[in-house]
């Protein structure tokens, strides 16, 4: 019995051997994925997608949801690029515009669901749509030409290191010390297993996830910024658009269960590096476009199953020493 | 016999919830079955209903005789249970209610003649007076219940088990039920009746069984049989309780609650002071569970709330925290526990924010605290990381206890709802013991509510009968015992009845 592996154990991270597999897969068909250069290039396309999945993740973990991260992208992105292109704005007020059009959103968001109590669902699927309007009202034609100072927001390098993968690094880790070291972290999860008796310990159950839609709100928008400065063209329409189900993906293969309450962090980040991986090794391989969004689609299904499996295989585990007592009890052993 | 159950076990974890129960019901029966909080009874019940297999033991049914049962072998085998919470689907009509899932059909169509025919006949057997074609939803409870009994009655049942189906009846529904009872007993079938009220056991039963501690305490006839003799046959041998702690009238009260008014209840005046407990005894929808949420803050109120001579303006949970109040809910599962939260996050939630130093948890002092507060509320087993939902019902009671007492928190009134359901017996008196030493060591003022008469005389130092959303009575001292609690209750019942 002590040599069988926990299967609790390997429940808690089941991406990390299929990430593993995955890259030695890619590295032995391609001979190139394992580069640092492809690698440098795998962390740069998915910060944008860590920058928003991670609060996206605590807002889950409290019980709500965010679907309107698309459009709040695309009204950063369209924030910052008119500031740049039409009125040559320099990094920080670009920046700074965007995040208020996200702070503002988020506002909005908050204020419905966590203040009047409306379903985070209807709300945000209201406001995606809402928000893509205000986006291509402002600014209906493509916007380009950012000048220097705010292509450096996407195109900087710090410690060797491309600058969204900085900026990703830190909301993880400022997202991470939040959920492990402080009294909140754990409000969130309380809040998202049981908002009654959250409330009725004392919890602030309305401020919570309020600023966690503020959080999501301004994440989204710098992500649509960072992008922005990155391609160094913006187009209302079409920036973002499907991100919100990206996140979604990504938290959910995470381990983050819809109905809140559960999830972790580093379970996030590796759904992150698992869309990220499986997108990128695909297209080394020459699997088209369409092919890698049915992977994608699959995948997470797959996530939802193993989600859906692995209290019965823990509650399995549980049970056997009793059962294993039962039979010997039992004149025929049972083959089980 | 209609039922025979035989040397039935089960256990739950390390909890031995039924030991070998023997329980015989005849046709044409009433078998009522008493016991206290965690004693059994509704492990039996839900033996009986196939919510799980029994360990051991057999259980007999009309003439067949099963080693265990699913939910639908219980059906089909002719048991009919009519649970405190009602299976009935509230948007749905009578008739569709009464059929559902076993409808009638002719031609792969659904007959509605001969539903509406089959259903009124039985509303008729029970005496009942709903139409048809109401929304179950718009019923008051006495009729939605004869609903759910015709539902029952519709499969042909030889067993028909109610469990507590007085609790939340206005009086004059217990009247038709009872009556509806007796005529079903006419009729032959066999009834088992739980219960908490003597008065229903001496007009209704024939036969009762007492269980205690997952055992047959005493079987018997009832016939020649006094209350007291009824009372004795239930009470516990007494246990070893420290003992109350003084309390001094010249002390002012901790709590101070001045007309109390909200939606259904009210006004209520009552005073708590230090070190003392203080039993809000009552039935279902008498307005305990909401006067203890209004102080709270958990519902809108009228009236004052002292708490140590301040008032506390703002009914919210979050205002009644920071002036001392704590309250542990009722509703364990929904209200108070984190299921999936480990048992360090269940008992120090609230604690956390305190112990912790610049916006950071400090680990090790949260991991002392548990450890106090495992070992001064016997938390079994003293875990901190497992969740929660691994725990027994008694122990995640400690857990939610242990939330406000635990010497970080500044809880000075402690209020408590159903402190014992679903707990068994020997983690009841271990709350009953946590309870008395906090009023007696640490002063708090502790006011609880409870349907059980045999919890308030265990546990509280002065009860207050609450009726209908008021204080009806108050009983303290010797006069303050389970007989004197029911009279006063049933007092007022009568004289509803008089004045209807």
């Known amino acids: 019995m002590s040599t069988t592996v926990n299967p609790r154990q390997l429940a808690r991270y089941p991406l990390i051997p299929v990430i593993v597999a995955m890259a030695i897969g890619f590295e032995l068909s391609t001979g190139s994925f394992m580069g640092s250069q492809n690698l440098l290039g795998i962390a740069t396309d998915s910060a944008t997608l860590a920058i928003v999945a991670v609060p996206s993740a605590l807002l889950v973990i409290s019980g709500y949801l965010d679907l309107s991260v698309g459009s709040t992208y695309a009204l950063g992105a369209v924030a910052a690029g008119w500031l740049a292109s039409e009125h040559g704005g320099g990094l920080l007020t670009c920046v700074l515009l965007s995040l208020l059009a996200g702070l503002a959103v988020g506002a909005v968001n908050g204020f419905l669901c966590c203040v009047v109590g409306l379903s985070p669902f209807i709300v945000t699927l209201g406001t995606l749509t809402a928000v893509r309007g205000l986006a291509q009202q402002f600014a209906p034609l493509p916007l380009t030409s950012f000048g220097d100072s705010f292509a450096w927001l996407g195109g900087a390098k710090v410690a060797g290191l491309p600058s969204p993968v900085v900026i990703a690094l830190l909301v993880v880790l400022v997202a991470g010390a939040i959920l492990a070291l402080t009294p909140v972290g754990r409000h969130i999860y309380a809040i998202g297993v049981s908002r009654e008796a959250a409330y009725l310990s004392g919890v602030r159950v309305r401020t919570v996830p309020f600023t966690l839609f503020l959080a999501t709100g301004a994440c989204a928008a710098l992500a649509g910024a960072i992008k922005a400065s990155v391609l160094g063209a913006v187009q209302s329409g079409t920036a973002g658009s499907g991100f919100e189900l990206a996140v979604l993906t990504a938290v959910l293969v995470g381990g983050v269960a819809l109905t809140g309450g559960s999830g972790t962090l580093v379970g996030v980040v590796l759904g992150v590096a698992f869309l990220g991986i499986l997108q990128n090794g695909l297209t080394l391989v020459g699997v088209p476009t369409f092919w890698q969004q049915v992977a994608q689609g699959l995948a997470l299904v797959v996530a939802a199953g193993l989600a859906y499996l692995a209290p019965r295989l823990e509650a399995l585990a549980a049970v056997r020493p009793q059962a294993a007592r039962r039979t010997t009890s039992e004149p025929t052993p049972a083959t089980t | ?500």
């Open chain 2, 1 to 500: 016999m209609a039922l025979r159950v035989t040397g039935l076990r089960k256990s739950f974890g390390g909890v031995h919830a039924l030991q070998g129960v023997d329980l015989t019901i005849e046709a044409g029966e009433v078998h009522a079955l008493l016991g206290h909080n965690g004693a059994g009874k509704s492990t039996l019940i839900k033996a009986l209903g196939g919510a799980f297999q029994p360990d051991d033991g057999t259980i007999e049914v009309g003439g067949r005789s099963h080693a265990g049962l699913t939910p639908r072998q219980s059906i089909e085998a002719g048991i009919a249970i009519i649970f405190q919470h009602l299976s009935l689907v509230d948007s749905l009509s009578v008739v569709d209610n009464i059929f559902l899932g076993q409808e009638q059909r002719r031609l792969g169509m659904v007959d509605r003649r001969r539903q509406r025919e089959a259903a009124q006949r039985l509303l008729d057997r029970l005496g009942a007076t709903s139409s048809l074609d109401s929304r179950v939803g718009d019923l008051p409870m006495g009729q939605k219940q004869l609903v759910e009994i015709a539902k029952a009655l519709s499969r042909d049942p030889v067993v028909l088990v109610l469990d507590e189906p007085t609790a939340a009846l206005s009086s004059h529904e217990i009247g038709a039920l009872e009556r509806t009872v007796r005529s079903l007993q006419e009729q032959g079938l066999a009834i088992c009746y739980v219960t908490h009220l003597l008065g229903e056991v001496e007009r209704l039963a024939d036969r009762m069984t007492v269980l205690r501690d997952g055992r047959v305490h005493v079987a018997t006839s009832l016939e020649g049989k006094t209350r007291r003799d009824i009372i004795e046959a239930i009470a516990e041998p007494p246990t070893d309780l420290p003992p109350a702690g003084p309390v001094h009238d010249a002390d002012p009260p901790q709590l101070q609650v001045r007309g109390l008014a909200g939606p259904g209840i009210g006004p209520v005046d009552l005073e708590v002071r230090p070190g003392e407990i203080v039993g809000l005894y009552g039935l279902i929808g008498s307005g305990r569970t909401r006067t203890l949420e209004m102080v709270f803050g958990r519902r809108s109120r009228r009236g004052s709330i002292t708490v140590g001579g301040r008032e506390v303006r703002r009914a919210t949970p979050r205002a009644a925290l920071a002036a001392g109040l704590a309250l542990v809910p009722g509703d364990r599962g929904r209200q108070g526990l984190f299921a999936s939260l480990t048992a360090l996050d269940n008992a120090l939630l609230p604690a956390q924010g305190v112990l912790s130093r610049f916006g950071l948890r400090r680990r090790r002092a949260e991991a002392e605290a548990f450890e106090r507060l495992a070992t001064s509320l016997a938390v079994h087993p003293a875990t901190p990381n497992a969740p929660a939902r691994a725990f027994s019902g008694g122990n995640q009671q400690k857990l939610l206890l242990g939330r406000w007492i635990n010497g970080i928190l500044p809880t000075t009134v402690l209020l408590l709802d159903e402190p014992t359901q679903g707990v068994d017996v020997r983690a009841r008196h271990e709350i009953y013991k946590v309870v008395r030493t906090i009023a007696s060591e640490r002063r708090t003022a502790v006011l609880f509510a409870s349907t059980d008469p045999e919890e308030v005389v265990a546990l509280a130092d002065r009860a207050l009968v609450m009726q209908d959303g008021r204080v009806i009575g108050e009983l303290a001292g010797a006069a303050l015992d389970e007989d004197a609690l029911l009279h006063a209750v049933h007092q007022s019942d009568s004289d509803l009845q008089e004045q209807s």
